[in-house]
Structure formats: C-alpha cells, structure tokens
DNA sequence: ACCTGAACACCGTTCAAGT
DNA sequence: ACCTGAACACCGTTCAAGT
C-alpha cells in the first residue's frame, strides 16, 4: 500500500521493511512467539531498534503486517482449491493449510483485540489487514458455494454462515496445532471435522 | 488439592492463596489482560510479589489456577442444563456461557501451549487442569448424548466428535468476543451457530 | 537526512535481609 | 519460620547524539 519507495544513500527503504518482516518470521518458526523480541528482529534483520520504529508504528503493527501476508496467503491457497471433490474435500484441504499458518500466526491474532479496543483501530495497519481478510472471505465464500454446486448442494441462506464457517476452521486449527487429541490422528481428525462442518452449512 | 492446611501466626496460607487469585480476577474483568501483572496482584490480595511465589511455582501457574476453576464451573453449568429441550437449544445455552467464560480467561489459553511443550506438563497445577478438563468434557459428552436422545436423535459415534464440539465452542466464542460479525445480532448468530453445530454432531 | 544504541519505564522472578 | 522489597535480567519504546 505503502507508495513512497523512498531510496537513499542508506537503502531501500521497501527493502529493509521487508527484510524487517522476513527476520520476524524466521524468529517465529525457529524459537517460537518468546523468540519474537524487537532487539532480535533488529539484530537479524541487520537494523537498530530505533530503525524500526519507523517502518512500524509498534510492535503489534508488525503483527498486523504478518496476519495480512498470511491472510491473502490464504486466500491464493482457497482460490487454487479444485471445487469438483465436493464440500467435505474442500474443507478437508482448507482445514490442514489454515492450521499451518494457524501454528505460526494463531498466537499473534490473540493481540488483536487489544488494538482493536483502542483508538488504534484507524490504523495502517489495521486497514491493510481488514482488507485482507475481506479478500479471505469472500475466496472462502465463492470456493465453499462452488463446491457445494458441483455435489448438487445448496449452502444454507444464512449471514452468519461465513463467521460460523471461519469460527470453525479457528477452532479446529487450534486443537490441531495444541495436539489435545492425542488418541485420534490428525488425519481421522481433520477427516471427520471437515465432514462435520460440511453437514452444519448445507441442506 | 493441596491438603496442606498450614495456618500460622502469619494467616492461612489457603486464604491467601484465594485471595491471590479473587485479585487476580478482579484486575481481570476491570482492566484486562495488561492489568494482570505480578506487582499489581501482589498489591491487591495484600501480600508482597515474592510471597505470591511461595504458593504459585510462576504466573503461568495462576493462570493454569483460574483456568481450572473456569472449567469446573463450565461442568457445573452443563450439568445443570435441561435436556428434554433438544441438541440446539442445550448448544445455545453453552454457547452464551462459554463465550462468558472465554471473554476471561480465553486470552490465558494462549500460554498453555508454552508451557505444554516444555518440561512443565509434570507440574501439579497441570495435572490439576488437566483434571478440570477431563470433568468438563464428560459432562459435555452426557449432555450432548442425553439431549439428542430426549429429540428421538443420536449423535456420530466418533472419538472425534468431542473435539469437534470443543474445537467449535472455542472458536464460536472467539468470534463473539472479538465480536467480528458486526453486522448480525449476537442472538441470532448464537442461534445459528447452535443449530449448525447440533447439524454437525447427529444423524 | 538518516541511523544508532544508551536510557527509561516497565515486566517476571529471586534472594539477602528483616521480623 | 515466614515475609518483604530491592535487585537482576529482561522487555518495548524513545530520543539525544552521532554520521
């Protein structure tokens, strides 16, 4: 979004945000969200701490730049899906992808509501990653709508539909990722859940 | 569980041990997560920071505390619902309740997985809260069972199916949390979701 | 003009010192 | 024997000082 592709004698500026977001990430998947510390995102991504306050306004607004770029992530992945399987086989791949990005973003959306409440919420940011997850949804709506066609089903006429669909799919990623259901696989889990939700949205 | 009752000239340590925790709480519900700090907990159930460590082997330990007691009263709740009602309508109830629930303590949860991985699985508190989830579960499976069977209905026998129930009422009552669906009412999403979730679980 | 890192105000946790 | 709170090692964030 950001249009001011401001180099200089120092850098490119585009560069060093997103070298700043690779290191956050890199962190994250290496020692987990205590590892995610603004002196070690500085170190890796080979800036001072100072420097980055000024490609974001806070921490949590690095955060919002992570949700984002998983979000449409997400939404190239739901938009690649083949929609002929079905609704439960569409579930099925929705529901394993979005506990991976789940695994190392879920910790992160726990802020959320923190900003939100605040008077942050007419943030950057926070616009950015609204869009996104509008672009999420409504990929999610078309493939769940589509695969329900393609089986000669109708999804249920319902406005909370799509937030019962995505409450579901937080949900199940989260006992995926915590491993509470040590006696079943994850397979035979994701299998059944994903049958599970196909059954709550249609007929 | 602690059946050390030592009381001395100092006060029972039992009694303050709640106090710790009714503090804790109360810095909760009145300025949420951020307000929860060892300093300020100490400060209000009128002890010293370092004390708080004689009863609690570290913050997570409160939190695993609070967590257990949240749970049982959720069993408690469940176990006092009617059946004769049918699946949806025992769902809504649960759903409203649990949302209570999770607007405490659901930001808590996050750090379970922490402290899951790590060494500290063996620690007392974890057991204890391990308990308390193993109580509220089976009260859900008798509630879940016993109300379809009051509508003539019966549920998927799946080892799965609990975790599928779990998994939708944490998700469900982050969404009404977070309150994302803003442009439908509470009560009709509660509503809906119940009865998708009811739709999930029978035939 | 841009960048650095010491400094500040916190935090969870510990432990010498008090009673 | 029990309790306190200063001290320690961190954290996110700022801003005077450097280049």
Redesign the interface.
């Known amino acids: 979004m950001s249009s001011t592709s401001s180099k200089s004698i120092y850098g490119d500026a585009e560069v060093r945000r997103r070298r700043t977001l690779d290191a956050a990430i890199s962190l994250l998947d290496e020692g987990?969200?205590?590892a995610l510390t603004i002196r070690a995102v500085a170190k890796r991504a080979g800036t001072s701490t100072g420097l980055i306050y000024q490609y974001f306004v806070d921490k949590q607004d690095i955060f919002a730049a992570l949700l984002s770029e998983s979000q449409l992530e997400m939404a190239d992945f739901v938009n690649s899906l083949p929609r002929e399987q079905g609704l439960s086989a569409l579930l099925e791949s929705m529901i394993s992808e979005f506990a991976r990005h789940w695994a190392r973003v879920g910790?992160l959306t726990?802020t959320?509501?923190?900003i939100?409440g605040m008077a942050g919420s007419d943030r950057e940011s926070m616009r950015e990653l609204h869009a996104s997850v509008a672009v999420f949804n409504s990929a999610l709506v078309r493939a769940l709508t589509e695969s329900a066609a393609a089986e000669g089903n109708r999804l249920?006429d319902?406005?909370?539909?799509v937030?019962?669909v995505?409450?579901?799919?937080?949900?199940?990623s989260?006992?995926i990722?915590?491993n509470?259901?040590k006696?079943?696989t994850p397979e035979?889990?994701v299998n059944?859940?994903a049958r599970?939700?196909a059954?709550?949205?249609t007929?």
Chains 1, 2 share one sequence.
């Open positions: 987990g969200y205590s910790r726990t959320w509501r923190d939100e249920i319902d406005p909370a539909l937030h019962v995505l409450s579901g799919l937080k949900g199940l989260d006992t990722v915590i509470v259901a006696e079943i035979h889990f059944f859940s599970a939700l059954r709550s949205i007929q």
